[in-house]
C-alpha cells in the first residue's frame, strides 16, 4: 500500500465497514483523491456521493472516494520491510455490473469463465441481465451449424456450475463484445446495442 492511502470494504447499502475477507464496496481516502470531475456536459458530477463521502458509523469524519467496485481484504503470509504480514486488496468487479437473481448477488465474471470453457471455439463472452432473463453474448468464428450446438453447451454449463437457467444465448462475431482501454469488458453498453438490436447476431436462441 502507498504512504498515506487507506482502503476500507464498506456495505455498499448501509456504508457500514465490513471485516477482513467480506465482500463489499472498496473506498479509499488518501491525500492525493480527486474532488470530483467534469463530465462532457460541463456540469461536476458525484462529487458529494462518491468523492467526498463518510462512513455511517464507525470512523464518520474521514472523507472517502467510493471506487465503485467490489472486493474484499484478506491477511497474507507475505511480509512487508518491517517483517509484519501485510493484508492483500483482491477486486471482484464493478459494483453496477453484478447481477440480481433469484435474490442472490452473481458477479459476470465467475459466469463468463465457466461460459469459456465450455467450447474451444469461444472468444469472448458476456452476459447481463433483460428482465429476470440472463443473458449470455458469446463470439464465436464459425458456422450458424457449430452455433446451434454452442447452445446447449453454454445453457448445460451455467445450470451445472451456478445454479441457473439462461434465458437467451446470443452468437456473435468475433470483436462484437466491447472493451475499453483498460481491457475491462462493457457489459452495460452491450446490454443497450441488444436492446436496440443492433448486434447483428448470427443465431439467437431463446428460452423463455
Request: charged content about 20%; some cysteine; aromatic content about 8%.
Amino acid at each position: 500500500m502507498l504512504p498515506g492511502v487507506r482502503v476500507i470494504i464498506v456495505n455498499p447499502e448501509t456504508r457500514g465497514p465490513l471485516g477482513d475477507a467480506h465482500l463489499g464496496e472498496i473506498w479509499v481516502s488518501s491525500p492525493h483523491s480527486s474532488s470530483g470531475y467534469y463530465t462532457i456536459y460541463g456540469d461536476e458530477s458525484l462529487q458529494a456521493d462518491h468523492f467526498n463521502t463518510r462512513l455511517s458509523f464507525g470512523d464518520v469524519h474521514t472523507l472517502w472516494a467510493r471506487t465503485g467496485y467490489l472486493g474484499f481484504v484478506r491477511r497474507t503470509e507475505l511480509t512487508d520491510a518491517s517483517g509484519d504480514r501485510h493484508d492483500a486488496l483482491y477486486i471482484v468487479g464493478a459494483l453496477d455490473e453484478t447481477l440480481e437473481l433469484r435474490g442472490l448477488r452473481y458477479h459476470p465474471i465467475d459466469i463468463e469463465t465457466s461460459v469459456s470453457r465450455a467450447h474451444r471455439g469461444i472468444g469472448e463472452c458476456a452476459v447481463f441481465t433483460w428482465t429476470n432473463l440472463l443473458v449470455v453474448v458469446v463470439e464465436l468464428s464459425s458456422s450458424e451449424q457449430e452455433a446451434l450446438d454452442l447452445v446447449p453447451l453454454v445453457t448445460d454449463v451455467v445450470l451445472e456450475e451456478h445454479y441457473l437457467i439462461v434465458g437467451v444465448v446470443v452468437v456473435v462475431d468475433p470483436g462484437v463484445v466491447p472493451i475499453n482501454s483498460r481491457g475491462e469488458k462493457q457489459r452495460m453498453h452491450l446490454r443497450d446495442s441488444f436492446l436496440a438490436d443492433q448486434l447483428d447476431p448470427i443465431y439467437v436462441a431463446y428460452n423463455m
